[in-house]
């Protein structure tokens, strides 16, 4: 595990195939629904994207949520805690397809724009308001006369069901591009402006929008896999926090709640002072 850092882009990579390994569906343009679909996927992959071989937690989450027979799903809430427990937001980093999509953008040659910290920190809520108002409140109570809701946040907000699913499947599908309306070109909008600002800012939809980020976060502080910060090692010089792309106070909080688990703090320390893997017992990494 000493050197996964320097690989996370081969994982990021071949994470994002191994969850959209249905390369004949991008061709055919079809949904897989075979077996596996029954399983969540740690990271955010739009149900619909004809490679998905899993099912995207958040889209799952209300899909049972917004159901006729049900109201909770002890089965999607103990996978979202399961990895949460495991990982915290190491899901983010290394195996989430969206992620790794808004890296590859962000890696685009042109000037960044940095966010003040007086919009930034008020920004980092609205993930949290997401995950809550239209992913589980609306999906909850906004039912229709059968007792079924839409999947709000799928429908009206997500960028990666329109990357990953809409556009493939009305490129290939006549009879889908017939009935584009004004939903699709909302969403498509949203898209457009998720990727510039992707270009322009580092991973904006992870750190202001995400909800599954948003859950996933609130387990950092005591997941098994931790980062941590030896206060003997470290000499103050805040290499790391100038390298941060998701700015954490990693000298004051390095498990944050917006910490990806990326490393790029840790490669820059030349003191050595940051580690990280499972911990097994209190104060006890597996990887130094």
Known sequence: MKKIFS??????????????????GFSEGTIYKGNTKAVCVPGLNCYSCPGAVGSCPIGSLQSVLGGKKYNFSYY??????????????????????FGFIQDLLHK???????????????????????????????????????????????????????????????????????????????????LVLTIISSILIYRPFCKYICPLG????????????????????CNGCKACERNCKMNVEITKSINSLECIRCGECKKVC???????GFRLRSNNFENK
């Open 76 to 97: 999607i809430v103990g996978i979202l805690m399961l990895f949460g427990v495991l990982f915290g937001r190491l899901i983010c980093g290394f195996l989430c397809p």
């Open 270 to 276: 030349k003191q050595g002072a940051i580690n990280s």
């Open 7 to 24: 690989k996370r882009p081969i994982i990021q990579t071949l994470a994002t195939i191994f969850t959209n390994a249905n390369f004949k």
């Open 108 to 190: 685009i040659k042109t000037p960044k724009l940095k966010v003040s910290a007086k919009i930034d920190k008020p920004l980092r809520y609205l993930k949290y308001l997401v995950l809550l108002i239209p992913v589980i409140l609306m999906t909850i109570f906004l039912t229709d006369k059968y007792g079924t809701a839409a999947p709000y946040f799928c429908q009206w907000i997500c960028p990666v069901g329109t990357l990953e699913g809409g556009i493939p499947l009305v490129i290939k599908n006549e009879s889908l591009r017939q009935v584009v309306g004004f939903l699709f070109n909302w969403k498509i909008f949203l």
């Open 214 to 233: 948003a859950l996933y976060s609130l387990f950092n502080k005591f997941s098994f896999y931790q980062m941590n910060v030896d206060k003997i090692k």
